[in-house]
């Protein structure tokens, strides 16, 4: 049976915040269509994926290039309910990060980024995650808290054996991610099926 150990995310990631802008700066800055410039929001993490109806803008400013994901890094926000996200196949797309996010950095030396996400989005990371938001109105999420929470990481000590297990789960994580995949593709086909099928029913094409 495999063993883990709890370590700080301070020590395997390095913890950035987001851009700190005007709703209405945004507002007009915003591209009609894609300029492959991106404002990444809270309300844009769905379901642990970083949403494709993120904002489009016209321009990126100097100061908010450092706010930008880079492959890999995870989001988790700042306010509200627990919301992680992977940045992956970012490819020339620049994501500005939002202000009521932070952004995980991962030391890819020592940690997975497949792993770390898995973490986030399980039972156990819930519960921790959920555990460092202070209460209120509406929960925050301290800088400090986030940089004290543990990941429990495969126990070898030696870190690229380590490494290789993690390496191991992720394969297998991104298999069954796949799959999920292509069941939601199928899934959607048959709703746009289901959907139409009054239509094509009265219009004499059913059957």
Do not use: W
């Amino acid at each position: 049976m495999q063993n883990f150990t709890d370590v700080p995310l301070k020590e395997v990631a390095k913890i950035l915040r987001g851009v700190v802008t005007k709703p209405q700066e945004i507002k007009e800055r915003t591209a009609p269509e894609n300029s492959g410039i991106f404002f990444l929001t809270v309300s844009d993490i769905q379901e642990n994926y970083l949403s494709h109806s993120m904002k489009c803008l016209k321009n990126i400013e100097p100061r908010e290039e450092k706010h930008c994901l880079m492959e890999n890094d995870i989001v988790i926000a700042k306010m509200g309910q627990p919301k992680t996200g992977l940045a992956r196949d970012l490819g020339e797309k620049k994501i500005i990060v939002s202000q009521n996010l932070y952004i995980l950095r991962f030391d890819f030396g020592r940690v997975n980024p497949v792993y770390a996400r898995a973490f986030f989005e399980s039972a156990l990371g819930l519960a921790r995650l959920e555990k460092a938001y202070v209460k209120a109105t509406i929960p925050t999420l301290p800088v400090r808290n986030l940089e004290n929470l543990l990941i429990p990481l495969p126990e070898p000590a030696n870190i690229s054996l380590s490494l290789e297990i993690q390496e191991g789960f992720a394969g297998k994580y991104l298999e069954v991610e796949n799959s999920e995949q292509n069941y939601r593709l199928q899934a959607e086909e048959e709703k746009k099926k289901r959907l139409c099928l009054f239509s094509d029913f009265i219009s004499g094409f059913f059957g």
